[in-house]
């Protein structure tokens, strides 16, 4: 309502993850600019790159360049297009009732948690900060999945 609201917390963060298998990975976040057309995600390798579409619009085309390509080619969807933003409680809802872990677990949620509060403490203390707490990397979604289903 024209108000002004003073922000308490960074709002343009950028950090640097050395994963535990031996990935390196960067991560840029701002509320600071007006626009962007950076890839929202993409997978650099010894053998190429992965480019993801915006996660936020769940949809899109997944993009390889191998090394020695001429262009980017598609990787065709291996799952319904049908998925939606409800599919995170709708897998909940599932694991719930058939007794399996469902993939946004709370041990997830507190190692993303703890990532989140080690880069803005690393960025405070100018040094490296070692994260202890460990997550399962959740299955995927089985292939061939009927349209509205998300347990074979």
């Not at 309502?1 to 976040?29: C, Q, R, W």
């Not at 962007?36 to 085309?61: F, H, K």
Request: proline share 6%; charged share 20%.
């Amino acid at each position: 309502y024209g108000e002004k609201i003073k922000v308490e917390v960074p709002t343009h963060v950028a950090g640097l993850m050395n994963f535990v298998d031996g990935p390196i990975g960067s991560i840029i976040m701002s509320f600071d600019i007006w626009y962007s057309q950076l890839p929202r995600i993409e997978i650099y390798g010894a053998q190429g790159t992965l480019s993801v579409p915006d996660p936020n619009t769940l949809g899109g085309a997944v993009r390889i360049r191998q090394a020695g390509d001429s262009d980017w080619a598609e990787i065709q969807h291996t799952h319904s297009d049908d998925i939606n933003r409800g599919i995170g409680v709708a897998d909940m809802a599932y694991a719930l009732r058939s007794g399996r872990q469902h993939r946004a677990n709370g041990e997830m949620a507190f190692h993303v948690l703890d990532l989140m509060r080690a880069i803005e403490e690393s960025s405070d203390l100018g040094r490296h900060i070692v994260i202890d707490s460990r997550c399962d990397r959740p299955d995927p979604l089985p292939v061939g999945l009927a349209p509205g289903t998300l347990d074979s």
